[in-house]
């Protein structure tokens, strides 16, 4: 910019129009003049209106006729850069719009930007002033639309009640939208009353359209209230609004009726079952806000439901909101929009930091209603993650200013929304970052976060050693002595990538062993909070997963991804959970240093002893030396008892660490009153049973010799079951010993009762709390009574009525129960609501048999349906229009990677973020083309294919290693000189990277990086795109921004439910396939009627079985199911071929809609090897029903293409 355009800013800025004008003038003869958006601009962010009426008379003069007079610039203002526009739609700018739209009246209604029209912008902006004008000035309210929407929908969800009032006043109408229930859905009281009560525009008991967006029946806004769980409205409709509970749906359906389908929390019930009693969990920033200042909250994205599952199950909350969340999410859950800002992600840029508020904000009031302060679940909230470096910052010299206003920024967001309970960091450097009394940006609770089994699970079998930790009880001490040793995320499983090992790799390389090692050795530095990542993974379904991830989000985890606990790792951690919930020492012990050889007198072996510290308790944690070793050592334990220093074992023999494993043993630890003088034997749990009783259960591995002690004033023990136990008094304490078999053996010894199991066999048993009354509830608490059952697969709850045990749970095969402990006297068990016929064990427990019968289950022959085929790839059919795709016209990017073409093309630029991407490049050939080339980006796994009108040139197949891929292509005859020509380019895109705050990693582009046409000049070619219809207006809220690509039949909806096959021809995947290179779309419908009471995860299974060489060509699979993206199939990659989908996406007892895309990748086509729905092992089950996830099917879309 010279010296008089600055000028002229400058002039612009101040308001002097008296030298502004002949500067203007000067400027327009010596044609210096700056563009005219820029100087519009100017004038309106320093509202300068004079300047502003000037500029727009000098500049944007236009012919006046009979129709036009005094309009000035009409229909030029709105031809401009539509940011000149947006600039004045906030509430203090409102006077520069009257001035605009004075000179051109259609801005009133123009659609500008995301949002649409100016009303919606005042509304979603609850711009009072911006709406007054508009609708005092024409504008009608009903015809005004946000996120397809009527408008009063999001004033009743989220404006204030000023603004619906206005909205009223100017004749807005309520009948025949979902407005009512946007106000319940988002706990407006505010706006309830206003509507029903006071202006009497709504009825409580009327039939609402069912929220737009799902597929619940229309009814009455109180079914929907119960539907959705939302239980504190659910009081409020019926007691302040009177909402007849007996008021039908248009099913006939009573509110009573929906009340009843209550719902099991399911993952939560498992977890509890562990012995834990906390969940941590990461809500996806860019998931609920992919549409910029549009927060979704409510159907699949609503939070209310989770919180009722934890509190229902009696587990806490830690809420982890991000905004950066890593989690192996498509750039680490930021937004695909956030990716265009100039500022860095994750610094203190205002353009960042104000792109956040938003969500924040939302999310905060959401935990905010959700604390334990208000009887929720949610005990901790953390800012950020893993927030611990910066690009050329030293450890030493971080956090730097800047990080900590970041930090501070991220917790003040939360405490602006109400968040009260405790901060929390995950410093996954160990180096005491935002650790309490740091100062700025500092966190209640210090908490570190680490990875020691890193990733390679081609190798599980060969343990990493440089990250094993083993001086953190010191670190702690450094870095925060006065709160807890928090490890806010600690390794408990890793994924796969495209092209490696499935999960069940991962789940061997953090394994069982794994779980008593590196565990273990965690509690031997007092660790205090320990959250497992993961416990339960999932699946990344609807693209949601980064690119280095497949569709399987399983991690290895103790809970697989289908909901099976068959892992041994889910058992050896339910060992570990609940001996500490019955061992408060634990939580005040001192811990000790631990020397190789200490304890033991053997140099192989590492002892780390925890000192009781105000009790008699001490531990001692036992591991090779060698963490990695797998050799078998014998030991003796030297240790000191409140009865003198012993050795163990006391009657002969040596103890044993065999293989990868680690032990707790135990000095004078209290049963309740009893004192376990020591024992080698690892303590699972015990409880206070009837009549001052103690059940103590002890569990060692398979042919260990064990010892324990205890003092001779209680009666001499006595086996009451088994055999092989070796009693002696030594002194002042009884001693046994034992060596573990299959066998059990029981003692008793006054009013102790002691189990000793093979470890095995303890994995049988299950500790489950009674409830208590409120505010306990299903909570832990030392309070609490406890019964002990052995009961096989898995036991969910237990709760005393009369003398009746009723249990829940699940069994796999006809299982034996027995009480081994509870705190009333018992005379029968009633498991999943039947009652079983009770008997007593030998040693006069109460008992009772499950007995197992497999199910029939008929599941669909997915070859043998009726398959209905589309070409989902007309672009490359002659004649094909692009009119309606999104020119790539933009001449800058804020992104780091700068284009070298005269345009950008990169697709987040233009609002693309995820699924696929189709790019066209027009040109006009010259008869000398003979190579095209092209720098693609999709990340790790991608694939690319190119077509020259109809002309397939080649794909690149992927790998799993690239995530661009530059290559030239021969063109494979000479062109018509003076003759049109279309490029079209296919791109997978396999989600955004993760990043290290600060590297903008995020931020690589995804789509073409660079191009060039032989004998042409990069200008010769005019390229367009399409990505999900829409962009970031995308259509289907219902299933979040990222469900669908580019693919025609994605953009024209016809994977959701009950598309318009009709005309369709019938073609299968798997019988019939592709011939050629392209992609089709197949879609078919099946029944399933599994039978009540049995959980049956289903999974989609490829193969390649046929015998058809185009089963193993390069091809790509989406599979939708009812909607949802749960499957991307990758043939020539892999690794995962099977995709489990959950009940609720499935409809198990109801119709299923499929849909199957099908990308060939070489030329003679390719075809499904096979397909086929799977069933495991059902199982008879306390899980009640999943509602159905909501499913909207199919209408035309507008604007599809």
Not at 363 to 373: E, N, R
Request: hydrophobic share 35%; glycine share 10%; net charge negative.
């Amino acid at each position: 910019m010279d010296d008089i355009q600055k000028t002229i800013i400058t002039l612009i800025t101040n308001g002097n129009l008296t030298q502004l004008i002949p500067t203007i003038e000067t400027a327009l003869q010596q044609h210096q003049i700056p563009p005219t958006t820029i100087l519009l601009q100017t004038a309106i962010q320093s509202m300068q209106l004079d300047v502003l009426q000037y500029l727009l008379t000098r500049l944007l003069p236009c012919e006046e006729d009979e129709d036009n007079k005094g309009n000035g610039a009409k229909n030029q203002i709105g031809a401009l850069n539509r940011a000149v526009i947006l600039d004045t739609l906030t509430s203090e700018r409102v006077p520069a719009f009257e001035l605009l739209c004075r000179y051109d009246p259609s801005l009133r209604t123009m659609q500008l930007g995301h949002l649409g029209a100016p009303l919606a912008w005042a509304i979603v902006g609850d711009n009072l002033r911006l709406a007054s004008f508009l609708l005092a000035n024409g504008v009608d309210p009903n015809e005004t639309e946000i996120n397809y929407r009527p408008a009063v929908v999001a004033a009743a969800g989220h404006r204030s009640c000023a603004m619906m009032e206005l909205l009223l006043d100017h004749g807005a109408a309520i009948a025949g939208t979902d407005a009512l229930f946007a106000a319940v859905r988002n706990q407006r009281i505010d706006m309830l009353t206003l509507l029903v009560e006071r202006r009497k525009v709504a009825d409580i008991n009327a039939i609402q359209p069912a929220d737009l967006e799902t597929d619940l029946t229309p009814g009455p806004v109180l079914h929907l209230a119960i539907r959705r769980k939302y239980r504190r409205m659910v009081r409020v409709l019926i007691e302040r609004f009177h909402a007849d509970p007996l008021a039908q749906d248009l099913q006939g359906k009573t509110a009573v009726a929906w009340a009843m389908d209550v719902k099991d929390p399911e993952i939560m019930k498992k977890i509890k079952s562990l012995g834990f009693n906390a969940v941590s969990f990461y809500t996806d920033w860019g998931l609920m806000e992919g549409n910029p200042g549009y927060v979704v909250t409510d159907g699949i994205w609503s939070l209310d439901e989770f919180f009722t599952a934890a509190s229902e199950a009696g587990i806490y909350l830690i809420a982890r909101p991000g905004p950066y969340i890593n989690a192996e999410t498509s750039a680490g859950g930021i937004p695909g929009w956030v990716l265009r800002l100039k500022g860095i992600i994750r610094s203190d840029s205002e353009d960042y930091l104000r792109a956040t508020d938003t969500y924040m904000a939302t999310l905060g009031k959401i935990i905010a209603k959700a604390q334990i302060t208000n009887g929720g679940p949610v005990i901790l909230v953390q800012p950020e993650n893993e927030y611990t470096t910066w690009p050329n910052v030293s450890e030493s010299e971080f956090p730097t200013p800047m990080n900590k206003e970041v930090m501070a920024y991220a917790e003040r967001q939360l405490r602006d929304a109400g968040v009260v309970v405790p901060s929390v960091v995950n410093d996954n450097k160990n180096l005491g970052y935002f650790a309490p009394g740091t100062g700025l940006g500092e966190t209640d609770i210090y908490g570190i976060d680490a990875y020691p089994m890193r990733y390679d699970c081609g190798n599980p079998y060969v343990w990493p050693t440089y990250r094993f930790p083993r001086d953190w009880q010191q670190t702690h001490r450094n870095h925060s002595p006065t709160t807890p040793f928090a490890i806010m995320e600690f390794q408990g499983g890793s994924g796969g990538g495209w092209g490696g090992v499935t999960e069940d790799g991962c789940a061997i390389l953090v394994n069982n062993e794994a779980a008593r090692v590196v565990y273990k050795n965690n509690y031997g530095f007092g660790v205090t909070v320990l959250n497992i990542y993961m416990t339960y993974g999932g699946t990344n379904w609807g693209n949601l997963g980064y690119h280095g991830g497949y569709t399987s989000y399983d991690y290895g985890a103790a809970i697989t991804e289908d909901r099976r606990i068959w892992r041994e790792k889910y058992s050896e951690e339910k060992l570990q959970a609940n001996f500490l919930k019955v061992s408060p020492a634990y939580l005040t012990a001192t811990p000790g240093n631990g020397v190789n050889g200490s304890y033991t007198g053997n140099k192989d072996i590492a002892v780390t002893p925890l000192f009781g510290n105000g009790t008699t308790t001490n531990f001692y944690l036992l591991r090779h030396a060698d963490f990695t070793s797998t050799a078998n050592v014998q030991y003796q334990l030297q240790v000191s008892t409140s009865v003198g220093n012993v050795t163990i074992p006391q009657l002969g023999g040596s103890l044993s660490l065999n293989g990868r494993d680690s032990k707790f043993h135990v000095t004078d630890y209290d049963v309740g009153g009893v004192n376990l003088i020591y024992s080698s034997a690892e303590v699972f749990t015990w409880a206070k049973g009837l009549d001052k009783n103690r059940v103590l259960v002890l569990y060692g591995g398979a042919e260990e010799l064990h010892e324990l002690a205890l003092p001779t004033h209680l009666s001499r023990p006595t086996v009451v079951d088994g055999s092989g136990v070796k009693i002696a008094r030594k002194g002042s304490v009884w001693v046994v010993q034992w060596q573990v078999t299959a066998q059990r053996r029981v003692l008793r010894l006054g009013t102790l009762e002691i189990h000793l199991l093979r470890r095995n066999d303890a994995y049988q048993h299950w500790v489950l709390e009674l409830p208590a009354s409120q505010p306990i509830a299903n909570y832990s608490s030392p309070s609490k009574e406890t019964v002990i059952v052995k009961g096989g697969y898995l036991l969910r709850s237990a709760s005393i009525a009369g003398n009746q045990l009723h249990l829940t749970g699940d069994v796999n095969a006809t299982t034996s129960l027995e009480v081994i402990s509870a705190p009333s006297r018992l005379d029968g068990i009633v498991f999943n609501g039947q009652s079983l016929k009770s008997t007593q064990s030998k040693i006069g427990n109460l008992a009772a048999t499950v007995h197992y019968q497999p199910p029939a289950i008929s599941l669909p022959d997915l070859k043998g349906l009726d398959w209905k085929y589309l070409d989902s790839l007309p672009e490359i059919c002659p004649g094909y229009s692009d009119e309606s795709w999104t020119p790539l016209t933009n001449t800058y990017t804020n992104n780091t990677r700068k284009f070298t073409g005269p345009t950008c093309l990169y697709a987040d630029d233009y609002g693309y973020h995820g699924g696929s991407l189709i790019y066209r490049g027009h040109f006009k050939a010259n008869g000398d083309e003979s190579w095209v080339f092209l720098n693609t980006s999709g990340g790790v796994g991608f694939a690319n294919s190119v077509w020259l009108n109809q002309t397939f040139l080649g794909s690149w197949t992927g790998s799993g290693n690239n995530m661009t891929y530059p290559r030239n292509i021969s063109l494979p005859h000479e062109l018509s000189a003076g003759a049109s020509y279309v490029l079209t380019v296919v791109i997978d895109h396999m989600g955004q990277d993760e990043e290290a705050p600060g590297t903008d990693a995020i931020k690589f582009p995804r789509g073409i990086l660079d191009y060039a046409l032989s004998a042409h000049e990069l200008s010769d070619l005019a390229w367009k795109m399409t990505g999900n219809l829409g962009g970031e207006q995308y259509q289907d809220l219902t299933r979040g921004p990222l469900n669908e690509g580019a693919m025609y039949a994605e953009r024209q909806g016809y994977h959701l439910p009950k598309p318009p096959t009709s005309m369709w021809k019938s073609s299968s995947p798997i019988n019939d396939g592709l011939t050629n290179a392209g992609i089709g779309f197949y879609a078919t419908s099946f029944s399933l009627d599994l039978p009540e009471g049995y959980d049956i995860p289903l999974s989609f299974v490829f193969n390649t079985s046929a015998s058809d060489p185009r089963a193993g060509t390069s091809y790509r699979c989406q599979l939708f199911v009812n909607g949802y993206q749960f499957g991307k199939y990758v043939n020539d990659l892999g690794p995962q071929t099977n995709f489990p989908v959950p009940e609720g996406i499935l409809n198990y007892s109801g119709i299923n809609y499929v849909a199957l895309t099908l990308w060939a990748l070489e030329a003679q086509g390719a075809l499904v090897g096979g397909l086929e729905l799977v069933a495991s092992t059902p199982f008879l089950s306390g899980y009640r029903k999943p509602a159905p996830a909501p499913q909207p099917g199919w209408k035309p879309r507008r604007g599809a293409y």
